[in-house]
C-alpha cells in the first residue's frame, strides 16, 4: 500500500453527488439573480453620484451646465416642434 488514502465511488454514488453538486450551483446560481436585481436600483443610483465631482462648487457649476443643456435642449424641441406644426 502506497499510503495514500483512494476511495473509489460505484458509479451510483458518483452520479449522486454530481447530482447533489449540480442542485447547489443551480440554487446558488438562482440566489445570485435574485440579489443581483435587489442591489441594481441602489448601483445606478450609487453610479450617477460617481459622476459628480468631489468639491460642492464644482457639482454646482456642474449642475447649472446641466441645467443650461438642458434647456437648451428643452428650447431646440420646442422650435421643432413649432416648425413641424407650421
Known amino acids: 500500500m502506497n ?4 476511495r473509489i465511488m460505484h458509479p451510483i454514488c458518483q452520479s449522486k ?3 447533489s453538486a449540480t442542485k ?6 438562482e440566489h445570485l439573480t ?3 436585481k435587489m442591489t441594481k436600483p441602489v448601483l445606478d443610483a450609487l453610479r450617477s453620484y460617481q459622476d459628480l465631482p468631489p468639491d460642492k462648487a464644482l457639482a454646482t457649476l456642474e ?10 435642449a428643452e428650447k431646440r424641441l ?6 413641424a406644426l407650421e
Not at 447547489?24 to 446560481?29: F, N, R, S
Not at 449642475?63 to 437648451?72: G, I, L, N, P, T
Open 78 to 83: 420646442e422650435e421643432v416642434l413649432q416648425s
Open 24 to 29: 447547489v450551483l443551480v440554487e446558488m446560481a
Open 3 to 6: 499510503g495514500w488514502n483512494v
Open 63 to 72: 449642475f447649472e451646465d446641466k441645467k443650461r443643456q438642458y434647456e437648451a
Open 17 to 19: 453527488s454530481l447530482r
Open 34 to 36: 435574485e440579489l443581483e
